[in-house]
């Protein structure tokens, strides 16, 4: 069982940053993908990356095209995802997930945190 527990979100203006962290409990995290999703109003949710190890990570390009940075600390059983140059769209709940051998499907992912709110004013 992993328990996760997302931080980070709040109010940032357009063109700010937020790093959001996912602080996972258990001690198989370093064996676990690790993705972000997110979901606004109306919405099915999004893939927004993932992550297994340094060298084995996805992003959705069409949507965070270069501006989210997706990083892990398996010492810290921790996961991050750096936010630059956000924008209205961005805004959502955005949960983070875990897996093993997961990838762009929520479907692939056997545990969810309880999210946390990003909004961006325009």
């Known amino acids: 069982q992993v328990q996760l527990v997302e931080s980070g979100g709040g109010l940032v203006q357009a063109g700010g940053s937020l790093r959001l962290s996912c602080a996972a409990s258990g001690r198989t995290f370093s064996t676990y993908t690790m993705g972000w999703f997110r979901q606004s109003p109306g919405k099915e949710r999004e893939f927004v990356a993932f992550i297994f190890r340094s060298d084995i990570f996805a992003y959705n390009t069409d949507s965070v095209k270069g501006r989210f940075t997706i990083s892990r600390d398996n010492a810290k059983s921790t996961v991050y995802l750096q936010m630059n140059t956000l924008n209205p769209e961005d805004t959502a709940i955005y949960y983070c997930?875990?897996?093993?051998?997961?990838?762009?499907?929520?479907?692939?992912?056997?545990?969810w945190g309880q999210g946390t709110q990003v909004t961006v004013s325009s």
């Open positions: 997930a875990a897996g093993p051998g997961a990838g762009r499907s929520s479907h692939e992912y056997l545990y």
